[in-house]
């Protein structure tokens, strides 16, 4: 399999934002239904995250497999804290090496000086929850609203992890697209 990345654009989010969100839809409601309809989510979604694109509050880094989208990666980086907002994969290319290839990505696009990472996950999201404590995060609060657990840990032992591919950046192309065999 061939995963590819990039940034999206203004222009891209008109191409892509349907097919974001049935991914987001398919994952959430196996893991955390909202009890509303599709519709519903959709624009609630929608009305909140697009904005947020177009005026720069977050960025998103769309997945593909060969040319085919197969997830998004959503975030933001505020002065010294790199924060994971949205991570969404079809669920035939989870467990395959597309988390860790992610995360080679994010080191050739996360400034340096960033000091922290930090995530949010449902507090009945187990898998989630897992994934950021093998990454070294740690429960550090609740969320406003209490539905989601606060993580935060170091960024640079995060980025020293293997999930980063320490040693394989001299095999990548130096291109805005990373491949992996």
């Known amino acids: 399999m061939r995963f590819g990345f990039r940034q999206m654009k203004n222009e891209d989010i008109s191409v892509f934002i349907d097919e974001m969100f049935e ?20 624009k609630t979604w929608s009305e909140s995250a697009v904005p947020a694109w177009r005026e720069g509050k977050r960025s998103v880094i769309l997945i593909f497999c060969e040319d085919k989208l197969c ?51 449902r507090k009945e999201n187990l898998k989630s929850q897992g994934i950021l404590e093998h990454l070294g995060l740690s429960v550090v609060g609740e ?13 640079k032992a995060l980025s020293e992890r293997n999930y980063f591919y320490k040693n394989a950046a001299a095999s990548y192309p130096p291109a805005p697209i990373y491949f992996c065999a």
């Open 23 to 42: 991914i987001l839809a398919s994952n959430m409601s196996a893991v955390a239904p909202t009890g509303n309809s599709y519709d519903e989510d959709y």
């Open 71 to 121: 997830g998004f990666f959503q975030y933001f980086v505020n002065d010294t804290t790199f924060r994971m907002d949205e991570i969404q994969f079809k669920k035939e290319y989870q467990g395959c090496g597309l988390f860790a290839e992610l995360y080679h990505y994010l080191t050739t696009v996360i400034p340096a000086g960033t000091r922290y990472v930090e995530a949010f996950a």
């Open 143 to 155: 969320s406003k609203n209490g539905n989601s657990l606060h993580f935060k840990g170091e960024y």
